[in-house]
């Protein structure tokens, strides 16, 4: 599903404050993969999840998305299929419009399945009845500006938005850090619930040890922009908290 050959990037080449953030990195994650990148900070995460984004480029390699390569591929297509959550509630929604209108937005994005967004009931009943499967007991609140909502409601809602529609990679890039603990809890909980059930290939970049041992099908720590330890699901579902724990020691 994404294929990364011989990766490097480094920022502000040949001036004094030059940083190679990644450096020859490969990796391949395959069709409904649920990777946890792990890393201390400046290791290259965030920089892994800009580049299959889109939103940066890299210096050399090649980056392939379900076959196509990735620096080909139109903004449109790319967020068609790409869904990307970020550490701050507040980014990715706008405060003062209803959740309604928020969804509305959100599924301009892809206009899929022939919804006339706005006006038809069905796209409204939709709404209401995916909110209501989130359990958070929101969804008779949709004409409520979605701004008034807390921070792990709105993640979560914009976890919703975004993979409603034809989102095929979801990539979470510490989603949980500006939360509390048990918002948290709820936010990482609805975003694997979330990857089950729309089959999504997912990556999620964590600070959160506790997470990393409970989530996700594949486990990956990286270090100066390499991949250090790479472990596949029947290893990782063997890996206890305190071993990864140890790789920070
Ligand atoms: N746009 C940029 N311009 C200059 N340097 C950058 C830029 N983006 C990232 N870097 C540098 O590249 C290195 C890798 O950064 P990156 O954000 O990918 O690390 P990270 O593993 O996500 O870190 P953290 O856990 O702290 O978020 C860092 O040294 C960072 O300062």
Known sequence: ????????????????????????????????????????????KTTL??????????????????????????????????????????????ADLSILDNFRLAA???????LTIGKNENFKALVREKIAALGMGLEDKTEQPIGTLSGGQRQALTLLMSVMDECKILLLD?????????SAENVICTADALIKQY?????????NLK?????????????????????????KAKLKQAELFEWFG
């Not at 301009?108 to 022939?114: A, H, M, P, Q």
């Not at 089959?199 to 600070?207: D, K, N, R």
Request: glycine content about 10%; cysteine-free.
């Open 108 to 114: 301009l994005r892809t206009k899929s399945k022939g």
């Open 49 to 94: 999840l800009n580049l299959v984004a889109g939103t940066i480029l890299p210096d050399t390699g090649t980056i392939s998305i379900a076959g196509n390569n990735a620096t080909k591929l139109t903004d449109y297509q790319r967020s068609k299929w790409i869904a990307r959550i970020f550490q701050n509630p507040l980014s990715g929604t706008a």
């Open 211 to 235: 997470d990393a041992a409970n989530y996700g099908t594949r486990i990956i720590q990286m270090g100066e922009g390499e991949i250090l330890k790479d472990i596949a699901a029947k290893e």
């Open 199 to 207: 089959s999504l290939t997912a990556i999620l970049v964590t600070h």
């Open 174 to 182: 510490e989603p949980t850090a500006a939360l509390d603990p048990r």
């Open 1 to 44: 599903m994404i294929a990364l050959k011989n990766i490097s990037k480094t920022f502000n080449a040949g001036k004094p404050n030059e940083v190679k953030a990644l450096g020859k990195l490969s990796l391949e994650i395959h069709e409904g993969e649920f990777v946890v990148i792990v890393g201390s900070n400046g290791s290259g």
